[in-house]
């Protein structure tokens, strides 16, 4: 049984960081494309950032770039997203998720994205 297991959600100041890890377990990602998608209250939920898991080549939505980079560790088969410089607007349950489909458009190809993990959240204060 494949899973996602998000962590390293919290409360964090305006300007801080953060950490999260996505755990990875059940199957191996070659060929996958991996990534952070966030939901705000109220709002849809939005990409964050991709990376393929064979090369780790990276891709961000624009909000995020320059603050947030992603990672992954193929021997531990987990993901990361370090985040910095966040704002409150950044505040969501960050979710990850993993796919066949090429890096670049994991946040547009949601459909064929197969595992989700169940979101941790990121609260940032003033």
């Known amino acids: 049984q494949v899973q996602l297991v998000e962590s390293g959600g919290g409360l964090v100041q305006a300007g801080g960081s953060l950490r999260l890890s996505c755990a990875a377990s059940?199957?191996?990602?070659?060929?996958?494309?991996m990534g952070w998608f966030r939901q705000a209250p109220g709002k849809e939920r939005e990409f964050v950032a991709s990376?393929?898991?064979?090369?780790?080549?990276?891709y961000y939505a624009d909000s995020v770039k320059g603050r947030f980079t992603a990672s992954r560790d193929t021997a531990k088969n987990t993901l990361y997203l370090q985040m910095n410089s966040l704002k409150p607007e950044d505040t969501a349950v960050y979710y990850c998720?993993?796919?066949?489909?090429?890096?670049?458009?994991?946040?547009?190809?949601?459909?064929?994205?197969?595992?989700w993990g169940k979101g941790t959240l990121v609260t940032v204060s003033l």
């Open positions: 998720a993993a796919g066949p489909v090429p890096y670049q458009f994991l946040g547009t190809r949601r459909n064929g994205l197969n595992y």
């Open positions: 059940g199957r191996t990602f070659n060929g996958y494309a």
């Open positions: 990376i393929s898991w064979n090369t780790g080549s990276t």
